[in-house]
Every structure is written in structure tokens, then in C-alpha cells.
């Protein structure tokens, strides 16, 4: 009868699912109710995690909970350290959450609703949940080894070495966007800089208190910690409306960007039980609170979604970005569905903490599939405001017009209206001087989420506060990556590093830790000061890169899950990873090709440095402009140098892979499979870990 049950309530599940997805690709004329998108994300996540990641679980990986994990066999309570799952889905989560999931929805929300929508669903569930699973079953199979690593050993010692040097230049480009975006966020925002300074100390706290005070007592840490971060974020605003406390936490973009320099060397450095993995669970509770409220906010509001299923810039001419929504919507919106950088952190920090192989299921599907959800609030949050708000604050002046009455006169002619007057008293409510113009997708997603709150809690009295509440929260959401991308960066450079010096690359040496913490550091860091320096902000000549770099990683890890699973026997479910991989190596390949050498000045980086080499010539550029545009011109020759290589390299280890399959299925070569020896664990069936590390 229990049986009998279940079957009826999955199949009512999936029906409502069904129902709701239908009603968001279907719907036309009317605007649509949010409530749909909520409904239809959470059931078709039930059913991808109790069907689709179990099918995984048994069939493709055949989980074993008998096995000793790394954390058991290499307890050392620095990197290898035994953790509850719980605590490690709240690091894990709020490691690969960054900006990817925030900013990539509301960005590609200027082709409509519908596309991003169904690729955040569909991509989560049968691309990026697969990838972060099988990527965290394979290294704890492994010691707890790096994709690096493990594609030398799988793939062959060429390819490999060319992955490994591919995914540290990769990791180099993200880690100094990701950092580019906190500062930009932070800059002349005391109360953000406050809250998120005060997360360290609490961390640190936490970290002594579960190691020592109270081991495993994870409920009572969770508590404390919660209520402290909740009692910086109100004491934000005090911080804020202080003059001289104001002065303080009021930095500049190099000051701040030499102190998230030297946080992310502290993150890597530390042992993970004092610092990375308390902040990154309170972060956990922070993100996944605001989305949940979320969530709750639009169930409870059910505002419409004013931004029409598909819009008139799927031709390519949009002015939030340039391209048509082949490849560009997808690596636009990149870690909402699939995020190569996910494959870093599971096979970087988590299989090392990881308690039993069951749970890299929860953990590495169930993870991403809440990251997939964080995307899905995202592109309501920024789909539910009028198109034309939506387009004046994420459109630059160069498409627009420079005036608030020009802008308003172009948006509404694409058939938007908006009167210049509306933006003036948007921005008057959410306490800023101007929303113009305000590119990349942050702040137009704060006043989303910010209309939405307020609409539950406060009215228009609250706007202000809950505007600056949603951008403290995109920044916690961002930086948290940063610190864990540091560690694994850090871990990719010891293994290189250990190829010419063994004792470099042992993770326990202190002074292997700390040399190449400021190897990674230095490198992240270099990119991050440029692009705080840059006369246009930096992010013009380093987020393109972030997209295409991101979906590329993806493809790698993809390549070396499928060359694992093949020798492994599973060729009969290797279409679990061998279809997102052909699917991403064509949307990367295709959008390399015309970042690189599109006609179009908008869209290929050699065309726009042509056009403004050409301006230069031609006596158009001001003569104070002129070392300024030339900066300019550099920066796109180098995303279009950094692009190719990039690409080239992932084409050669695809190649090289290609080559390895047919020599395994002509039995030309003996499949070698890399696994650990089996040990039997000793650890009794109801073992749930500490917070750290302790029994």
C-alpha cells in the first residue's frame, strides 16, 4: 500500500510539474503569474532527484557506502577532515554559488522569459547536476585527487598536462571576475562592507567553538551563527548612517581589492575547519534564506511576469549584449544550468570532507539543483519588473542615449514604454542617485527582489532597505566562491608544481601551503588590481571571458567523467555524460569563434579593436581619450588571444581523448582504471561526522 501510495504522489508531482512548464512555454498574450515558475521548478527538481540522480546513483556509479572515504583514510584536520553532511551541503552549496546563477538569468532575461527558463530546468537536471555528481564520485574514488589529476592519469599524461594548464588559466580568468564583481559591488557601500567583513570573525568563532568548545554540536553553532549574521546585517545600516564609522567602511575599489587579495590567501592558507567551512555555512543559511524568502515572496505576492516569452532581440541585436540566442543565451546564463567551475570545488574540497559515497549524491545533485533554483528566482526577480525598467537600467548609453529623455525615447520605440520620470522616482525609492544604465545584471536584480519583499513586508517605506539588503546578498552570494576557488586553485598549483619538486606538492607541508597560496593568489590578484584600474571598469574586458571560460571547464570535465565511466564498464549509460559534453563543446566552440571573429564590432573582440584602431586614425577619438582607447584595444586583442588558446587547448584534449576511446574499444590499449584500493570503512552505519572533523 506504501508502494501504492508513492507511485500516485511522484505521479501527481510530475503531473503539476508538467502542467506548469507547459503554461510557461505555452502562455501567450496575458502576463503570466509568477507562481507557475516557482511550481514548475520545484516539481520537476523532486522528480530529476528522486528519479534521474538515483538512476545515476545505482546504475551509472553504483555508490558503495562500504568504502572508506579520503576524510577517513587521510584525516589530517587541515584539508582531509571527516564533516557532517549537512555542513558540507552548506559549504559545497555555498562554494559553487557565485554570480553565475544572480547575474548570468537576469542578463539573458532580454531574450524573453521562456529560453533561460527552460535551459535552467532542463540543463540542471540532465547537464549540471550529472556533472557535479560524477566529477565528486570520481574524486573520492580518488584520494580526493583534482580534475587536473585526474584527467593526466585517465585521459593520458599529454592531455592531462595540457587540462591541468587549461583549467588553472580558466580558474585565474574567474576567480579575478568573481573578485571584480565583489568590488564593484562593495565600492562606496559601507553597510555591505561591514556585514560581509563581520562574517569572518563569526566564521573564525564558529570554527573554535565546534573544534573545541563543543565538538559536533552543529545545531548549537548553526544557531549562534545565524543570529550574529543576522544582527551584523541590521547593524550594517548603523555602520551606514554613522558618519564616522561610515568614513571606515567606505573603500576605495584598490583598497579593497588588496584586502580580498589577502582573504583569499587567508581562506587557502588556514586550516578548512577554522575558517572556510563555518563562513561558508553561514553563507549557506544567508543564500539560501534569501532565496527561500524569495520564493515564499512570490507565492505569496504572485506578481506578474511583465517580460514577454520571447523578445525581438533573438536576432542578436540586444542591447543588453550583443549575440543571438544561439550560443549566446546559454553561456550567458552559464552556472544557473551547467558551471565548469563546480567541477573544481567537487573535486576539490568536498570529496575530501565527504563522509560516505551515498552522499555525494545529495550533495553534488541536490546541491546544484538549489543553485538551478537560485537562477530561476533570479529571472522572475528581473522578468516581474516593466520591460522598459528592466532595459534602462541594464542597457549603456552608447545604445540608448546618454539623457534620461533620449533612453526613454529609444526603449519605448522598441516597443516599451517608459517615461524618463518613472526611473527618476524608482531610484529617489531605493535611495540611489540614478538606475540608468546600470549594467551587469546586479542592480537591476535587486530592484526585483527588492519590489518583491517589499510588496510582502513594508511597502514602498522598506524599498530602500531591502535594494540595499538584495545587493549585501549578491555580494555575500559571490565572494564565498572566491574563497573556495582559492583553496582549489591552490591545491591545482601544488600538483603542478609537485611534478618538478615532490615535497611542493604534498598538501600537508606548510611551506608548500603557503608558497603556492601566493602562487594562486598573485595570479587572481594581478587581473583583479587591472581590472580595478581599467578606466572602463574592468568587467568590459574580463566578463566576456567568464561565460565561454566557464562552459569550456565544463566541457573538460565532462571529457574525463565520460573516459572514467568507459573504463569502468558503463558503456551501456555513457550517454549520461557524453551528450551534455557534445552539447557543450558546440555552444563553447561556436561562441569562441564569434567572440573572436564576428564582423560585428558588438560581438567579435578583433572587429571592435579594429573599429577603434580605425577611430584613432581617423582623428575621432580626443586626444585625451587616445591612451584610453589604445588600453582598450589591448584588452580586446588579449580576450580574443586568451579566447583562442583557450579553446585550442580544450580541442586538443578532446582530440586526445577521442583517441584514447578508440584505442579502449578496439582493445588497442588496456583500460587502466586510476581508482584507490578498496579499504572497508570503520566507521559504524549511524556515523554522521562533526562540524570539523571530530567524533
Known amino acids: 500500500m506504501k508502494g501504492v501510495f508513492s507511485i500516485v504522489g511522484w505521479t501527481v508531482v510530475a503531473a503539476l510539474g508538467a502542467g506548469a512548464l507547459g503554461s510557461i512555454a505555452l502562455h501567450r498574450g496575458e502576463p503570466l503569474n509568477a507562481t507557475w515558475f516557482v511550481v514548475a521548478a520545484v516539481c520537476c527538481y523532486l522528480v530529476a532527484y528522486r528519479l534521474y540522480s538515483a538512476f545515476v546513483a545505482a546504475k551509472v556509479l553504483t555508490l558503495d557506502d562500504t568504502r572508506a572515504t579520503p576524510c577517513e583514510r587521510h584525516d589530517d584536520g587541515r584539508d582531509f577532515v571527516p564533516t557532517n553532511k549537512w555542513v558540507l551541503f552548506g559549504h559545497h552549496f555555498a562554494a559553487i554559488a557565485g554570480p553565475g546563477p544572480l547575474v548570468g538569468p537576469t542578463l539573458a532575461a532580454q531574450f524573453g522569459y521562456l529560453p533561460g527558463t527552460l535551459w535552467l530546468i532542463a540543463g540542471a537536471a540532465f547537464a549540471g547536476c550529472v556533472q557535479d555528481f560524477v566529477i565528486l564520485f570520481c574524486s573520492i574514488r580518488r584520494d580526493g585527487k583534482s580534475i587536473g589529476q585526474m584527467a593526466r592519469e585517465e585521459v593520458g599524461e599529454r592531455g592531462g598536462f595540457i587540462a591541468q594548464l587549461a583549467v588553472l588559466a580558466i580558474m585565474t580568468i574567474l576567480l579575478a571576475v568573481i573578485g571584480l564583481v565583489v568590488v564593484n559591488a562593495l565600492k562606496s557601500s559601507p553597510w555591505a562592507t561591514f556585514t560581509l567583513a563581520m562574517t569572518i570573525p563569526i566564521a573564525l568563532l564558529l570554527g573554535l567553538y565546534l573544534r573545541f568548545v563543543r565538538p559536533g554540536r552543529v545545531l548549537e553553532a548553526s544557531v549562534m551563527g545565524v543570529a550574529l549574521v543576522l544582527f551584523v546585517v541590521v547593524a550594517g545600516q548603523w555602520v551606514a548612517d554613522s558618519p564616522s564609522w561610515a568614513r571606515v567602511f567606505t573603500l576605495s575599489g584598490v583598497a579593497l581589492a588588496f584586502t580580498i587579495i589577502a582573504y583569499g590567501f587567508a581562506a587557502s592558507a588556514l586550516p578548512v575547519w577554522l575558517l572556510l567551512a563555518p563562513r561558508d555555512y553561514l553563507s549557506a543559511f544567508i543564500k539560501a534564506g534569501a532565496i527561500f524568502s524569495l520564493a515564499a515572496g512570490i507565492l505569496f505576492v504572485r506578481p506578474q511576469v511583465l517580460m514577454p516569452p520571447l523578445t525581438r532581440f533573438i536576432d542578436g541585436t540586444g542591447p543588453v549584449f550583443a549575440g543571438k540566442i544561439f550560443p549566446f543565451c546559454f553561456i550567458t546564463i552559464a552556472c544557473g544550468a551547467i558551471s565548469g567551475f563546480h567541477s573544481l570545488i567537487s573535486s576539490g ?147 603542478l608544481g609537485g611534478r618538478f619538486w615532490k615535497p611542493f606538492g604534498r598538501t600537508g607541508w606548510m611551506p608548500g601551503v603557503l608558497l603556492s597560496s601566493a602562487i594562486i593568489v598573485a595570479l587572481w590578484g594581478y587581473f583583479l588590481y587591472q581590472g580595478v584600474v581599467d578606466p572602463l571598469g574592468g568587467i568590459n574586458s574580463l566578463w566576456p571571458l567568464f561565460g565561454i571560460s566557464n562552459q569550456l571547464l565544463a566541457a573538460v570535465a565532462l571529457v574525463v567523467a565520460t573516459t572514467i565511466l568507459m573504463k569502468m564498464g558503463r558503456l551501456r549509460w555513457i550517454w549520461v555524460t557524453l551528450l551534455p559534453m557534445a552539447w557543450l563543446v558546440t555552444i563553447t566552440m561556436t561562441a569562441s569563434y564569434q567572440k573572436i571573429f564576428d564582423a560585428n564590432p558588438r560581438i567579435g573582440f578583433l572587429a571592435y579593436a579594429r573599429t577603434l584602431a580605425t577611430q584613432i586614425a581617423a582623428g575621432k577619438i580626443p586626444a585625451e581619450k587616445i591612451a584610453e582607447t589604445q588600453r582598450l584595444i589591448f584588452n580586446q586583442r588579449l580576450d580574443a588571444a586568451v579566447t583562442g588558446v583557450l579553446a585550442a587547448m580544450i580541442l586538443v584534449l578532446i582530440l586526445e581523448a577521442l583517441a584514447h576511446w578508440y584505442a579502449m574499444l578496439s582493445r588497442r590499449k588496456e583500460s587502466v582504471l586510476h581508482e584507490s584500493p578498496y579499504i572497508a570503512t570503520r566507521w559504524a552505519p549511524d556515523f554522521s561526522g562533526a562540524a570539523h572533523g571530530d567524533d
Not at 362 to 370: Q, R, W
Not at 440 to 458: E, K, N, R, Y
Not at 463 to 477: D, G, K, N, P, R
Open 349 to 495: 574540497t568536498t570529496p575530501k570532507m565527504i563522509l560516505r559515497e551515498s552522499h555525494a549524491r545529495f550533495i553534488g545533485y541536490g546541491a546544484m539543483l538549489l543553485e538551478s533554483f537560485v537562477g530561476v528566482m533570479a529571472m522572475v526577480a528581473a522578468c516581474a519588473m516593466p520591460p522598459g525598467v528592466y532595459f534602462a537600467i541594464n542597457s549603456p548609453p552608447s545604445i540608448v542615449g546618454s539623457s534620461g529623455a533620449a533612453a526613454a525615447g529609444t526603449i519605448s520605440g522598441w516597443g516599451y514604454p517608459l517615461q524618463a520620470q518613472t526611473m527618476s522616482d524608482l531610484a529617489h525609492k531605493v535611495g540611489e542617485i540614478t538606475l540608468w544604465n546600470r549594467a551587469g545584471g546586479a542592480p537591476s536584480l535587486a530592484v526585483g527582489m527588492a519590489q518583491i519583499f517589499s510588496s510582502t513586508i513594508g511597502g514602498e517605506r522598506l524599498l530602500s532597505i531591502w535594494y540595499h539588503f538584495a545587493i549585501m546578498f549578491e555580494a555575500l552570494f559571490i565572494l564565498t566562491v572566491l574563497d573556495a576557488g582559492t583553496r582549489v586553485g591552490r591545491f591545482m598549483v601544488q600538483d
